[in-house]
């Protein structure tokens, strides 16, 4: 590679320091700082710090880069649960983080030797480089337990120039695409072949070429004019109420809408801390609700039933008729909503374990409610970040989605503004209006082209009341973006079996090596 490449390895002391450092870059991409535009400069920076690196050095600098990251990221989950939880996934998604770089650090070290023309390294590198990263991320989003679809690069770009993208690509897309970019620029530095000028018009270009795709144009089919309400109500686990207070606080500010005309009103995930289904008194309530706003309300609730079963469910309720329609969250949240394997993670951990005391049961039921014939698809909290369950409500004809939430777990910190952040891009991605509405915020509006509509200060009471935009538009990400995540994900692979065929066939036999001794090419990887 001698003449054809610039060498930008560091020391491994100076690339654990630049990985530390890239980890905190990007999580100052998303919410709360989003500071979008660092994310391709984070992963850029990663890519540099395992550059000259073998699959163990690569390991360990993407630990750390993992790490790095993810302790800041998800730093929230310390504010009620402690230091065990956020340390336990933390290193759980650091280490998909390292064994992917890792990965990429081969690709990146014998990646220039199998395609040894600059438009080679230039065309395949980083593809290949990108789709190993859009792998990782697809991986860890469903693996183990259902997995932890947050921390994708594409999360960062809820209100970039880069998010009407999402509608082309999908999410695993927008991920590939910003990795390809940051992968392009550093192989661009690495070019030894190619005038700067040449390469600085490739990096410019690259950019302009994302910048000028168009947004995809959404048609409006109609519109809706919907009542959603924030009781800005403490609903966390370990929140002190009496029974019914969380249920008052969204009457109360549900009443003063009265008069207004609407088609619906949605209150959020456990909005109504009785369960409706199995209280009279409950049921009384949502009953003068419904009568009083002339509207169906949906509403969250932990409903049981008769086999004992709990579930996180949210109820299309009609005023004399009661839950004309019932849905269940298809992924309760491990360690949160069940405690999978319980009796091997106990020991770790007992009295942490013992705090998820029941373990709500796993929906069965459609994602989409019918409203007097408006379709609209309903997620339960974490399960806006989960793309098959988008994809379904789309699939059964969502006109709109209305994302119930409950984030008073996390008080003030940045998991509400991430996964509002996540909301809209969803808006984007599937081309529907979300109603992202929280217990204690941060609750909004979203138009299908990532705007918001309207919302409401976290934790304080409020409502929004708006006619919103409804739409049947199939974007090229819901009609293709699963296959595209498997098409990305297939290049990065084939890429890297590309490579490691290159390192074998390069190989020479033992009688040749002994022949050729110091003139070998390859080296050795540490």
Not at 168 to 173: D, E, I, K, N
Not at 350 to 358: A, C, F, K, N, Q
Not at 363 to 388: E, K, M
Not at 443 to 469: N, Y
């Amino acid at each position: 590679m001698e003449g054809t490449e610039r060498s930008l390895r560091l020391p491994l002391w100076a690339s654990l320091i630049v990985a530390a450092g890239a980890g905190a870059i990007l999580d100052s991409a998303f919410p709360d700082r989003g500071w979008w535009f660092l994310a391709p400069l984070a992963v850029g920076l990663m890519l540099v710090a395992l550059l000259g690196r073998g699959p163990w050095t690569g390991l360990l600098v993407g630990m750390v880069a993992g790490l790095s990251f993810w302790l800041i990221h998800i730093s929230w989950l310390t504010l009620y649960l402690g230091p065990v939880p956020w340390l336990a996934l933390a290193v759980l998604q650091a280490l998909f983080f390292g064994v992917g770089l890792a990965l990429i650090a081969f690709v990146l070290r014998v990646g220039p030797v199998v395609w040894p023309t600059p438009l080679g390294r230039l065309g395949m590198v980083p593809v290949v480089v990108a789709g190993i990263w859009t792998a990782q991320e697809a991986l860890s989003a469903v693996w183990p337990y259902g997995g932890f679809a947050w921390g994708r690069v594409a999360l960062s770009q809820s209100e970039s120039p880069f998010n009407s993208l999402a509608a082309w690509v999908g999410l695993s897309g927008l991920s590939f695409l910003l990795v390809w970019l940051s992968a392009l620029c550093v192989q661009l530095l690495r070019e030894a072949e190619v005038g700067r000028g040449f390469r600085s018009g490739i990096a410019v270009g690259a950019v302009a070429l994302l910048l000028a795709i168009p947004a995809w144009p959404t048609v409006e089919t109609g519109t809706t004019r919907l009542a959603a309400v924030q009781g800005a109500s403490d609903a966390g686990l370990f929140a002190r109420f009496s029974p019914g207070q969380i249920l008052d606080d969204h009457v109360s500010e549900t009443l003063p809408l009265i008069g207004e005309e609407v088609d619906f009103v949605v209150w959020p995930e456990n909005a109504s801390d009785i369960d409706p289904t199995r209280s009279d008194d409950a049921a009384r309530v949502a009953d003068a609700i419904s009568r009083e706003m002339d509207a169906p309300l949906i509403t969250g609730t932990i409903t049981r039933r008769d086999d004992g079963t709990y579930y996180n469910s949210s109820l299309l309720w009609k005023a004399g008729e009661g839950a004309v329609a019932v849905y269940d969250k298809v992924h309760p949240v491990p360690f949160a909503e069940y405690m999978p394997d319980r009796d091997f993670w106990r020991p770790f951990a007992p009295e942490l374990i013992d705090l998820v005391s029941r373990d709500y049961g796993i929906g069965t039921q459609s994602n989409v409610f019918d409203i007097d014939g408006l379709q609209a698809g309903i997620a339960i909290c974490f399960d806006i970040a989960d793309d098959q369950l988008v994809h379904e409500m789309i699939d059964q004809d969502a006109q709109i989605i209305l994302a119930q939430t409950n984030n008073a777990d996390f008080g003030r910190t940045d998991e509400s503004v991430q996964q509002l952040a996540i909301a809209r891009l969803r808006a984007i991605e599937a081309g529907r209006t979300v109603v992202n509405i929280s217990t204690v915020g941060s609750s909004a509006i979203i138009a299908p082209d990532g705007q918001t509509i309207d919302s409401i200060p976290t934790w304080q009471p409020g409502s929004m009341v708006q006619t919103v935009p409804l739409s049947d538009t199939i974007t090229p990400a819901m009609a293709f973006g699963r296959q595209i995540e498997w098409f990305v994900t297939g290049l990065g692979l084939i890429g890297l079996m590309m490579c490691f065929g290159g390192v074998v066939t390069s190989r020479p036999s033992p009688a040749r090596g002994r022949a050729v001794g110091s003139k070998r090419q390859m080296t050795t990887v540490p």
